[in-house]
């Protein structure tokens, strides 16, 4: 009889055992999980809001650097841009003693993008030449990004070095900001 009695005790058991854990499965489980969903998710928006507030709390400063860059944009009349763009770089390498031996401006337009005067410029001359036109265009106020450089030797003591480079100039336009 004892063994009897374990024998239903264990059943028992592991009734209560499986109804746990269909209990956990198909109960609590369900219920809990978009509980937690919604938790995260207050979370994130308390996040949102924090953010919003430091925004809010910066706004004169943020307005104050969007007019600065809207005034370093290129202008929007593409051969006004193209003209000042092309002026730049013969400052800069007027400066720096760098020989410009080719350039080619491009118009790159993207939807809901700003448009953007990409550059594509050759030229030769020693290291610091190369440098320092390099220091120029990083320097200048006006909205370019050097994209892409290369510079190569063109004798055997690398004295004489060729850079090609790729730069991007930002127009902001009105609907832009």
Do not use: C, H
Request: aromatic share 6%; hydrophobic share 40%.
């Amino acid at each position: 009889m004892a063994a009897n009695k374990r024998e239903r005790l264990l059943l028992i058991g592991a009734i209560v055992v499986l109804l746990i854990f269909a209990g956990d499965r198909f109960l609590f489980s369900p219920i809990l999980g978009p509980i937690k969903a919604r938790n995260q998710r207050i979370a994130e928006l308390k996040q949102m809001i924090e953010n919003g507030k430091m925004l809010q709390g910066r706004k004169d400063a943020i307005n104050e650097r969007w007019a600065e860059m809207r005034q370093r944009s290129l202008p929007t009349d593409e051969s006004a841009a193209e003209n000042l763009v092309l002026n730049s770089v013969g400052t800069w390498a007027r400066t720096s003693r760098l020989n410009v031996t080719d350039m080619k401006p491009r118009w790159v337009t993207e939807e809901d993008m700003p448009d953007k005067l990409e550059v594509r410029l050759s030229a030769t001359g020693d290291l610091a030449a190369i440098s320092r036109f390099l220091y120029e265009m990083e320097a200048d106020p006006k909205a370019l990004k050097l994209e892409d450089v290369a510079i190569q030797a063109r004798d055997e003591k690398s004295t004489q070095l060729t850079l090609e480079s790729r730069f991007t100039g930002l127009v902001l336009k009105e609907g832009n900001g």
